[in-house]
């Protein structure tokens, strides 16, 4: 039955004018140096940090987590600053202090 609504409804697009939609007619994305490697991310000093305290923000171990988000803050990690912030203005893992979050 499954095969019977896939032809139905490549029948009612070729008999409505709209292209269809497949592998073959999509562009091929243009290759890129570097990009059957890692991702930039796994490369950076603050990758294993931030991995590490989304792991223990995850299971509640804030206090642990902030620490390891400042450090990939130190490595200018946007992400890891952000979360240093947000975790500031929450009172998570440190005290309450709105001054050092919006730091």
Known sequence: MKSNIGLTIALVLTLSGLPSLSAKSLPAAPERPGSGLYAFSERTPSYWRMTRGNRLY???????????YERAAYYADKFGQYNVGAMYLRGEG????????WA
Not at 58 to 68: L, P, V
Not at 94 to 101: H, S, T, Y
């Open 58 to 68: 995850s299971i509640g171990r804030h206090y642990s987590a902030i620490h390891f």
């Open 94 to 101: 440190a005290d309450f202090d709105p001054v050092q979050g």
